[in-house]
């Protein structure tokens, strides 16, 4: 069955800490992979996805995630989070035009 | 990119009511989705609606509690009928990039309470 899992519910981190966020996935196969973040009261905005090519992929906000084909593994990092990366963040992954997303994870980042 | 309005942003309403969300897209899209996020869970897809074909329904959503139109290109409405209080959810409208790899755009979402 087609699924994504998202280890961390609930991650508090003092500001200037460093965030890794898992995200496992099963799909059969080609995927794309996708990480979208919520801040409270706002939309869903897309950080940064993968579709080919080089596995370590740069979004915005200094954010950063590593597809890991045998692993089945697309972890989200950001090596120093802010009070204002406070939100709730999915993992997703795609085939064709469905998306299957995580359970979410809820970051909040102490000043 | 593609900016996606939807309305009404939040609503509260009687059981055994409908309530119709609106969704209108800034440009011309081929596929548009509604998905649904109940408190404290993910997004789960309730259907594709393609301009001029019926939508068409992920398991376990059916089109006589989630009818949807889609007139055009960059229109569509979901509407939720007889509503319980198990329907009380976020309900979201997202869009293709229309660039054939999915990269999906979603509105603020509408913020269903049932009483």
């Known amino acids: 069955a087609q699924s994504v899992s998202q280890h961390n519910h609930h991650v508090i981190l003092s500001e200037a800490a460093s965030l890794e966020l898992g995200c496992n996935y099963s799909?059969?196969?080609?995927?794309?992979l996708f990480w979208y973040v919520q801040y409270p009261g706002q939309h869903l905005q897309l950080l940064l996805k993968y579709f080919s090519g080089d596995p370590l992929v740069k979004g915005i906000k200094g954010f950063e995630a590593e597809f890991i084909k045998s692993k089945f593994s697309f972890n989200l990092r950001k090596p120093s989070v802010q009070w204002s990366d406070t939100a709730e963040y999915f993992c997703a992954v795609s085939g064709t035009y469905k998306y299957i997303f995580g359970t979410g994870t809820r970051l909040k980042v102490l000043a | 990119s593609a900016v996606i309005s939807q309305k009404p942003s939040r609503d509260i309403c009687q059981r055994g009511t409908s309530l119709t969300i609106q969704c209108q897209v800034d440009?011309?899209?081929?596929?548009m989705f509604w998905y649904r996020q109940q408190p404290g869970q993910s997004l789960t897809l309730i259907a594709t609606?393609?301009?001029?074909?019926?939508?068409?329904?992920e398991s376990g959503f059916v089109i006589d509690k989630f009818p949807i139109s889609r007139p055009n290109l960059t229109f569509s409405t979901l509407t939720v009928s007889n509503m319980s209080p198990e329907d009380s959810s976020i309900y979201l409208c997202?869009?293709?990039?229309?660039?054939?790899?999915?990269?999906?755009?979603f509105g603020q979402g509408t913020r269903l309470t049932v009483v």
């Open positions: 609606a393609n301009q001029g074909s019926e939508a068409t329904y």
């Open positions: 799909y059969g196969g080609t995927v794309n």
């Open positions: 440009s011309q899209v081929t596929m």
């Open positions: 997202s869009v293709e990039d229309g660039q054939g790899r999915v990269e999906a755009f």
